[in-house]
C-alpha cells in the first residue's frame, strides 16, 4: 500500500508536515499521525458532500452548466462591477492567491482575506509596534514560559502542544512539559486551561487593561496599580508578571481573544509592547494562533505583490488599504459591494449576519470543493480541487515558514489557480479594447 | 470672494472618492470646470457633475474660495483633503476622511461625519455639528503621528480611537467619545465634555481634559490629587505609566 | 533573437580597460559579442554614457522586506522621489507599484532598471526560509537574482567548528546552498544570532557563543576556510559584530585582520564586509563617537584580502532589516520605535525596525559622511562597492544621488554646511575633495561588484558577457558632475535604455518590457563533496531534525519549481 | 431570562467538520449555546432544550449545553452560523466585527433550531 510520508496538513496554521498518507485506487484511505481535525480535511473529499458540477443560479436555483459557462457568467459579474470585492484565498495555495490579486487588479476589486474576521488586527499591531516573533521550532527548543492568551489549542490547533510548544521536547526542554509552565489567560476556564499552571480568567473584554497593568509592573509601577484588575485580584496579575520575568525565554501565543475582542487590535499591540518590555529583563516573543493554514501565506504574497496584507483597494489602479474602511465586512455593512467573488473561505459561515443580508442582494462567486452556507447566496458556483491533497503549493505556516504542499491524489478538479487564469483570460477577452479598468 | 454650490444630484451607494473637492482645486475655476473634475465611484472615473448640480458665484483664489454642499453627502469621501485654505460647509452628513491632512481653511459639516475625520490634519479648523464615529483626529496606518495640528470641533458624540497617534492640535468633543480616545498620544489636547472609557491608553505625552464621568479607568495612571483648570476642578491623573508616559489626564471631580 | 548594436555612446568597461571611449556594442542571443549582421537593431547612443547593467551585490530585496512592508503601510503611499516613488497605477504593461523603502516587488523590478541595475543579490536568507526568498524573486521582474544563506550563527556550523570537523562542515555549507537553492555564505554579527535567542549577544571576536564552545572568530576562520576548500565563486559576505556600537572599528579592523590568514585560488577577495560605515566608528558612547574611515581605509589601501560596501546613509526614513536581531532590538529600544524580531530556530536570529535620519542629528550626519570618507579614502575602487544597504541606510532609489556625492566635493560641502556644529570634529569628509570619475562609478556599481560575487557574466561590456547594459543620457566630455550634479543624478535615475539580456526593458526612463530574470545558484555539494561525507552529514541531519527542527527534513529544502530560470554553478572542484 | 455576554469561538468539533457544512455533524456541533449549570438552572431548563438567544443584532434558537466550567452570565456558541446570527457586525473601525464579547439575554424557548440552510434563508430580503 502507498504511504506519503511527511505529507503536510492543510488545516490550520500549525500546518504539520509529518502525516503519513495511506492511498489506495487514487482514495486517500488512511492519514496517520494527523489530530481530528486533520484527518477530517485529508480525508475530506472522500467523505463529504462534494460541489461537483459548475452551476449558474435561475429563477432562484442553481442549475449545472459547463465550466466555460460558468466561467464566463462570473467574469461578465465581475467585468460590470463597479466595486466588486474578492474574498478569502487562504486555504488554498499561494500561487492560487497571487492570481486572485491579479484578477483583483485587472478588475479594479478590493480584495480581502479572512484574517478580516481572524488575526486582520494582529496585521494592524504590527503596523503599530512591529512583531516580536520567531519559528515554532524556536519555544519548542527553548521555551520555558507558554502562555496562551485568548487560544484554545486544544480545539483549534490540537497538535501544537506536542509538536511545537508546552508538552514538545527540544535542546533545552528535553522534558518538555516538566521544563515548562503553561499559562493561560481566557474570561472561559477552556479545555487548554485545564493543564495550565496558572489560568488569569478575566473579564470579557478587558484584555488590554491586563496588559496595560503588565506593562506598568515590568516598567516599574506596580504601585499605581489598583486592588482590582481585568475582574482579578492585583495579586494574581503580580504572580502572571513575576513569571513571565523570571522566565528564561518565555513565549506568548495569542489567538481571536485579543483580536476580536473590545479594542480590536489595541490589545495585539500593546501585547507587542510588552514582549518588548519584557526582553528589557528576559527573551519573549509572541505569536499568533492563525487558523487557516494559509491565511498566513495571504498576507505574504499580498504584502509583496501590493504593499499591504489584505483588505486591498485596487479601484484607483494602485492599492490602497485601510482596514475599517476596505476590509470585507466594512464594505459589506455599508452594501457598497455590488459583485463579490469568494474561494477558498466560506464567509456564509463566518460573517456577521447584517453582511450576509447584503451578500444575497449581489452576484456573488463561489469557488469551492464543497457545499456550504456561501453556497446559498452564491449565483455562479464552480467546484475546484482541494489545495493541499489534490494539488501542490505553497502554503506559510502560522509563524512565516514557506512550506511545499503536496498533492497527494489525482483529481479531475481544476485547481483554484488554473479557475482564476482562465477567469483573467475570460475577464481580460471581455474588456478587450476597453483596456483594464482601474488606472489606465 | 468665490462661491461654488455643489448641490447633490443623486444618493450614490457606492462611496465616491472625491479628493478635489478643495478651495484649492476650485478656485478661479468656472462651473463646467470645476463640474469636469474628475473623482471616482468604485472603479469608475466620473466627474462631480454627475453627482452634483455645480453653481459659481464670482472668483477667487483659494482663501477667498468657499464651497457649499447643499444637502447630505454620506458617500462623498475625502472631501476638503489637503485643503490649505478657503471654506467649506456641508449642510448634512459627510463620509469618511473629510479633512484628511488639511492644513489650512475651515470645513463646517452641519450633519454627521464618518470614520476618520480630520486625519493628519497639520493645520485649519473642522467642525462637525452632528456625531462623529471612529479615528475622529486620527492617523494613517503605521504612520506615527495622526492629527498635528489645527483644532476639530465635534458637537456631538465620537466613538472609538478619537484622536489617535496625536501629535499635536486641540481636539474638542462636547458630546460623549466611546473607547480610548488620545490612545498612543504624543502630544496635543483633547477635551471630552461627556463621558468616556479607558482615556489615554499608551499616552506619551499631551492633554485629556474629560468633564464628563471617566466610566473605566485604566489601572496604569498615577492619582495627583485635585488641580484647578480654567476655574474647572479637576483630579489629575499622569501616565501612561505602562509606557513611562507623562501624559496628563484631567477628570472633573 | 534578434541582434543588437549600441553606436556612439562613450564606454565605460573598467573590467576590459575601456574608460570613456566610443566604442560599439554588439549583442546577439543574449551576450555581448565580437560583431552582428547589418540587419542588427541600432541603438543609437549618441552623447550617452554606456555601462554594463549595475550589479547590487548586497540589498534586502526579498524576504525579510516583506515584514517591514507589513509594518509599514504608510511607506507605500510616500513619495519624495517622482517615477521612482510611492503609488502608481497598473497599466497594460505594468502591474502598480506603491512603496519607498519598502516598494511591493514589481516597484523593485521596474524601478531598479529605470536606475540602469540589471542584477541584485539579496543579502540574507536563512535556510529555511529560502523558499519565500525564491517566491519573491519571481515576483521581482526583469533582474536576475540570487540570495546569500545566512550561516554565522547556525547550530551545525557552530558545532563543526567547536568539533573542527572541517570536513563535514564542507560538506553542511554545500548542503544549505543546495537547500536554500543559494550562491553564497553569508555570516551576520558571528555567533550573536544564536545568543540571541536567550536575549544575549557576543561582544567581539574572541568573546564565547552562549551553548557552543566557540567565539566569532572560530567561526570566522571556519566558514572562511571551508569557502575557500569548496572554491565557491563568492568570498564569505561578512556583518561584523558589534554594529552600530560606537568603538567597533578595532572589532571590524580586527576582523579584517584576522582573515589575513586564509587564501584563495580565486582571483578575488577571501572575505566582503558589508555596510562598513556602520562598523567604522571610534568612541566609547555617542557622545564622542567619531569616524574611524581612516583607519579603515588605511588598513585595506594596504591589504588585498578584502573588499567592503559603504552602506552608505541617506537623509529621511530608512527601514533597517538584519539578522543583527540584537542590534535591532537596542534600535527599537533607543527610538521607541517598531520592533520586529524573529529567531530562526538553530539558524539564525532578525529583526527590522524603521529609522529616520536627519542631517540636523549630528550622529547621523556623521554617519552620512562615515560611508563617504570610506569609498573616497580607498584608493582602489575595485575594493568598493556602491550601497545604501538599501533600505537599511536609505532606500535604493537613492543610489543615484549617492554616487553624485561620490562625483562632487561641491555637492558634498553644501550638505556638510548645514550639519550641527557637533558634527565637524567627528568626521574629515570636508577635507576630501577627490571626486570619482564615470569609471570609478562604473567600477562601484557593477564591474567590481560581480566580480567580488565571482559572476563572470556580469558587471562588464566584453564577449561573452550577458547583454545587460546602461544606457545614461549624459556626455561625459560636456557635463561637469563635479558642478551639475543634478543634471548628473537625473540621468542616473533614469536611463536613456536599460538593456536585460538583449532586450531594451527601459527607454527614455520608462519601462518597455518586462521579461524575467534568471535566479543564480552554487551547487557545490553535488560534485565538491565526497560520498562518504555526504552520508556521515545526513546522519546528523536526520538526528538534528527529528529532535529539534520543526519541520521533516524532506519538506526542508527548496524544491525546482521555485526556481523557474536558474543557472547552476558548479564550482571546480580543488 | 437572563443577561449574558456572549463569546463565540473554535471548537474541535466544528473544525472537523468545516467541510461538510450541510450535514447533520456539522450543525451538531455549531448549533448550541453552552451555560453553565446554574444558568441552565435558572432558565429552568436541561441539556438540548432550545434556548433563544437575543442582542441587538438578532436572535437565534440553538439547544443549550452546559459547560460546567463556564463563569456565571457568560454563554458561547461555536463560531459559524449560528453564532454570527447575533454577533456584532461593527467593525470598530479597524475591519473585524464584534464576534466576542457581546450582551445577549437568553431564555427558554420552544421554537425550533434552524437548519443551516433554513438560516440562511432568513437573510434573503
Redesign the interface.
Known amino acids: 500500500m502507498p504511504v506519503i510520508k511527511d505529507a503536510v496538513c492543510t488545516l490550520c496554521g500549525c500546518l504539520c508536515d509529518d502525516l503519513e498518507v495511506t492511498v489506495e485506487d487514487n482514495k486517500i484511505t488512511k492519514v496517520g499521525k494527523a489530530c481530528k481535525l486533520g484527518r477530517a480535511k485529508t480525508m475530506g473529499p472522500f467523505l463529504h458532500e462534494r460541489i461537483e458540477k459548475p452551476m449558474i443560479r435561475e429563477n432562484g436555483e442553481l442549475k449545472e452548466c459547463s465550466y466555460d459557462e460558468a466561467i464566463t457568467k462570473a467574469a461578465e459579474i465581475l467585468v460590470a462591477a463597479k466595486r466588486p470585492m474578492s474574498y478569502g484565498w487562504c486555504s488554498t495555495s499561494c500561487e492560487a492567491i497571487e492570481k486572485a490579486v491579479l484578477l483583483a487588479e485587472e478588475t479594479g476589486s478590493l480584495i480581502d482575506s479572512t484574517a478580516n474576521v481572524c488575526h486582520g488586527p494582529s496585521a494592524l499591531a504590527a503596523q503599530e509596534k512591529g512583531a516580536p516573533t520567531c519559528s515554532l521550532g524556536t519555544p519548542k527548543n527553548y521555551a520555558d514560559l507558554i502562555i496562551f492568551w485568548g487560544c484554545n489549542p486544544v480545539h483549534a490547533h490540537p497538535r501544537h502542544q506536542t509538536r511545537y510548544s508546552t508538552m514538545a521536547k527540544g535542546a533545552f526542554t528535553p522534558n518538555g512539559k516538566k521544563d515548562r509552565k503553561m499559562v493561560v489567560v481566557d474570561p472561559r476556564n477552556t479545555d487548554t486551561a485545564k493543564k495550565a499552571d496558572l489560568l488569569l480568567q478575566l473579564k470579557p473584554g478587558t484584555d488590554y487593561v491586563l496588559i496595560e497593568a503588565l506593562r506598568a509592573i515590568v516598567n516599574g509601577h506596580e504601585d499605581v496599580l489598583p486592588d482590582e484588575i481585568a475582574g482579578m485580584p492585583k495579586e494574581k496579575v503580580l504572580e502572571f508578571a513575576e513569571m513571565c520575568k523570571a522566565a528564561k525565554f518565555g513565549v506568548l501565543y495569542f489567538g481571536m481573544g485579543i483580536t476580536q475582542t473590545r479594542g480590536r487590535y489595541k490589545s495585539g499591540d500593546n501585547v507587542s509592547s510588552l514582549i518588548s518590555d519584557l526582553n528589557q529583563i528576559t527573551k519573549f516573543v509572541m505569536i499568533g494562533m492563525r487558523g487557516h493554514y494559509n491565511v498566513t501565506g495571504f498576507g505574504q504574497v499580498a504584502s509583496w505583490e501590493t504593499g499591504f496584507p489584505m483588505a486591498i483597494d485596487f479601484s484607483r489602479g494602485y492599492p490602497y488599504y485601510n482596514p475599517g474602511e476596505t476590509g470585507t465586512n466594512d464594505v459589506l455593512m455599508r452594501r457598497e459591494v455590488d459583485a463579490f467573488i469568494t474561494g477558498a473561505a466560506d464567509p456564509g459561515a463566518h460573517f456577521p449576519q447584517e453582511s450576509i443580508k447584503h451578500l444575497f442582494n449581489i452576484p456573488a462567486i463561489q469557488i469551492d470543493g464543497y457545499a456550504n452556507p456561501t453556497t446559498e447566496f452564491s449565483d455562479v458556483v464552480i467546484p475546484a480541487a482541494i489545495a493541499g491533497v489534490e494539488c501542490d503549493g505553497t502554503a506559510y505556516r502560522m509563524d512565516c515558514q514557506p512550506i511545499r504542499m503536496k498533492k497527494l491524489v489525482e483529481t479531475t478538479f481544476k485547481s483554484d489557480e488554473e479557475i482564476l487564469t482562465d477567469l483573467i483570460n475570460k475577464v481580460r477577452e471581455l474588456k478587450g479594447a476597453e483596456g483594464a479598468k482601474g488606472g489606465v | 470672494m468665490q462661491t461654488v454650490t455643489l448641490t447633490p444630484n443623486r444618493s450614490p451607494t457606492i462611496s465616491v472618492e472625491a479628493e478635489n473637492i478643495t478651495p484649492d482645486a476650485f478656485a478661479g475655476k468656472s462651473a463646467a470646470e470645476i463640474g469636469a473634475i474628475p473623482a471616482w465611484e468604485g472603479n469608475e472615473q466620473i466627474t462631480l457633475a454627475d453627482i452634483f448640480d455645480v453653481a459659481v458665484d464670482g472668483s477667487g483664489d483659494a482663501a477667498e474660495t468657499k464651497i457649499v454642499i447643499d444637502g447630505d453627502v454620506p458617500r462623498v469621501k475625502r472631501i476638503g483633503e489637503a485643503m490649505t485654505a478657503g471654506e467649506i460647509v456641508v449642510k448634512g452628513d459627510v463620509d469618511m476622511r473629510c479633512g484628511a491632512r488639511m492644513s489650512g481653511g475651515s470645513i463646517t459639516v452641519e450633519g454627521d461625519a464618518d470614520s476618520w475625520v480630520g486625519r493628519e490634519m497639520t493645520g485649519g479648523e473642522i467642525l462637525v455639528k452632528g456625531n462623529a464615529t471612529y479615528y475622529a483626529g486620527g492617523g494613517y496606518r503605521g504612520e506615527t503621528c495622526g492629527m498635528r495640528g489645527g483644532k476639530l470641533t465635534i458637537e456631538g458624540d465620537v466613538l472609538d480611537f478619537l484622536g489617535e497617534h496625536m501629535c499635536g492640535g486641540e481636539i474638542l468633543v462636547k458630546g460623549n467619545a466611546r473607547l480610548l480616545p488620545g490612545v498612543l498620544n504624543w502630544s496635543g489636547t483633547i477635551t471630552i465634555e461627556g463621558d468616556t472609557t479607558l482615556p489615554g491608553g499608551e499616552m506619551k505625552s499631551g492633554t485629556i481634559f474629560v468633564k464628563g464621568k471617566v466610566l473605566e479607568m485604566l489601572p496604569s495612571y498615577k492619582d495627583e490629587g485635585t488641580e484647578e483648570v480654567d476655574g474647572v476642578m479637576y483630579r489629575k491623573y499622569v501616565g501612561d505609566l505602562s509606557r513611562n508616559g507623562e501624559g496628563v489626564l484631567y477628570v472633573s471631580v | 533573437m534578434a541582434e543588437m548594436i549600441i553606436k556612439n555612446g562613450v564606454v565605460y568597461d573598467p573590467k576590459n580597460g575601456i574608460d570613456g571611449e566610443k566604442n560599439e556594442i554588439c549583442i546577439k542571443d543574449g551576450k555581448i559579442v565580437e560583431n552582428v549582421g547589418a540587419g542588427a537593431k541600432i541603438v543609437d547612443a549618441e552623447g550617452c554614457v554606456v555601462m554594463a547593467g549595475g550589479v547590487d551585490g548586497h540589498t534586502h530585496c526579498a524576504g525579510k522586506i516583506n515584514t517591514g512592508r507589513i509594518m509599514s503601510p504608510h511607506d507605500m503611499r510616500y513619495a519624495p522621489i517622482p517615477g521612482l516613488s510611492g503609488e502608481e497605477p497598473r497599466t497594460k504593461l505594468l502591474r502598480p507599484q506603491v512603496g519607498y523603502n519598502t516598494p511591493n516587488t514589481y516597484a523593485i523590478g521596474y524601478r531598479y532598471s529605470k536606475l540602469g541595475y540589471t542584477s541584485l543579490a539579496e543579502a540574507a536568507i536563512t535556510p529555511m526560509m529560502a523558499r519565500h526568498m525564491h517566491e519573491e524573486f519571481e515576483e521581482i521582474p526583469i533582474l536576475d537574482k540570487l540570495g546569500l544563506v545566512l550561516m554565522g550563527s547556525n547550530w551545525q556550523v557552530m558545532q563543526y567548528i567547536q568539533d573542527k570537523d572541517s570536513e563535514k562542515l564542507k560538506a553542511y555549507m554545500a548542503w544549505l546552498l543546495l537547500a536554500a537553492r543559494g550562491y553564497g555564505v553569508k555570516i551576520v554579527n558571528p555567533g550573536g544570532g544564536s545568543s540571541w535567542t536567550w536575549g544575549k549577544n557576543v561582544s567581539g571576536l574572541d568573546d564565547k557563543v552562549v551553548d557552543f564552545d566557540v567565539t566569532p572568530a572560530d567561526i570566522l576562520i571556519g566558514l572562511a576556510e571551508a569557502n575557500e576548500s569548496l572554491n565557491l565563486p563568492h568570498s564569505i559576505h561578512v556583518h561584523c559584530n558589534n554594529l552600530g556600537v560606537p568603538g567597533n572599528l578595532s572589532t571590524t579592523l580586527d576582523t579584517m585582520k584576522l582573515l589575513e590568514k586564509v587564501k584563495t585560488k580565486r582571483d578575488r577577495q577571501v572575505m566582503h564586509v558589508t555596510h562598513v560605515q556602520f562598523n567604522a566608528y571610534t568612541g566609547t558612547s555617542w557622545m564622542d563617537f567619531a569616524s574611524g574611515a581612516q583607519d579603515v581605509a588605511d588598513y585595506i589601501n594596504k591589504r588585498d584580502h578584502i573588499t567592503f560596501d559603504m552602506g552608505q546613509l541617506m537623509f529621511g526614513p530608512a527601514m533597517t532589516m538584519t539578522a543583527d536581531g540584537p542590534t535591532e532590538y537596542r534600535n527599537a529600544r533607543m527610538f521607541d520605535a517598531k520592533w520586529s524580531n524573529y529567531d530562526q530556530e538553530l539558524e539564525d536570529a532578525g529583526g527590522v525596525v524603521p529609522l529616520s535620519y536627519t542631517p540636523q542629528h549630528f550622529a547621523h550626519a556623521t554617519m552620512w559622511s562615515i560611508g563617504l570618507e570610506l569609498a573616497l579614502l580607498v584608493k582602489d575602487p575595485w575594493k568598493v562597492m556602491f550601497t545604501t544597504d538599501n533600505p537599511n541606510g536609505g532606500a535604493f532609489v537613492n543610489y543615484p544621488e549617492g554616487q553624485v556625492l561620490l562625483m562632487s566635493d561641491k555637492k558634498r560641502q553644501e550638505i556638510i554646511a548645514g550639519f550641527p556644529d557637533m558634527t565637524m570634529d567627528r568626521i574629515t569628509l570636508p577635507n576630501i575633495d577627490r571626486e570619482l570619475g564615470w569609471g570609478e562609478i562604473a567600477t562601484m556599481t557593477r564591474a567590481m561588484s560581480a566580480k567580488m560575487l565571482g559572476l563572470d557574466e556580469k558587471g562588464h561590456l566584453g564577449v561573452g558577457a550577458d547583454a545587460d547594459v546602461a544606457i545614461y543620457d549624459i556626455q561625459p566630455d560636456k557635463v561637469d558632475p563635479s558642478v551639475e550634479h543634478e543634471k548628473v543624478k537625473k540621468a542616473l535615475s533614469f536611463a536613456k535604455y536599460t538593456i536585460k539580456g538583449g532586450e531594451i526593458v527601459v527607454r527614455d526612463g520608462e519601462i518597455t518590457a518586462t521579461p524575467k530574470g534568471k535566479v543564480y545558484w552554487v551547487n557545490a555539494y553535488e560534485n565538491g563533496v565526497a560520498q562518504a561525507e555526504k552520508d556521515r552529514l545526513m546522519a546528523d541531519l536526520e538526528e538534528r531534525f527529528k529532535k529539534y527542527y520543526s519541520i521533516q527534513l524532506a519538506n526542508y529544502m527548496v524544491e525546482d519549481a521555485y526556481l523557474p530560470r536558474p543557472v547552476e554553478i558548479r564550482p571546480e572542484v580543488i | 431570562m437572563i443577561e449574558t455576554?456572549l463569546?463565540s469561538?473554535?471548537?474541535?468539533d466544528q473544525?472537523?467538520?468545516?467541510?461538510?457544512?450541510?450535514?447533520q455533524a456539522y450543525f451538531d456541533a455549531a448549533a448550541y449555546c453552552e451555560l453553565n449549570e446554574k444558568n441552565l438552572e435558572a432558565l429552568g431548563l436541561s441539556i438540548d432544550q432550545n434556548v433563544l438567544v437575543t442582542t441587538a443584532?438578532?436572535t437565534v434558537v440553538v439547544p443549550a449545553k452546559i459547560?460546567k466550567?463556564?463563569?456565571d452570565d457568560?454563554v458561547?456558541i461555536p463560531?459559524?452560523?449560528w453564532a454570527?446570527?447575533?454577533?456584532?457586525?461593527?467593525?470598530?473601525?479597524?475591519?473585524?466585527?464584534?464576534?466576542?464579547?457581546v450582551p445577549a439575554t437568553v431564555e427558554a424557548t420552544t421554537d425550533p433550531a434552524l437548519s443551516?440552510?433554513e438560516l440562511?434563508?432568513t437573510?434573503?430580503?
Open positions: 455576554i463569546i469561538g473554535r471548537t474541535i473544525g472537523a467538520t468545516l467541510e461538510e457544512k450541510t450535514s443584532h438578532g459547560d466550567r463556564l463563569p457568560i458561547f463560531m459559524g452560523p454570527n446570527a447575533v454577533v456584532d457586525p461593527d467593525t470598530c473601525g479597524c475591519g473585524m466585527p464584534g464576534f466576542k464579547g443551516m440552510k440562511m434563508a437573510y434573503k430580503e
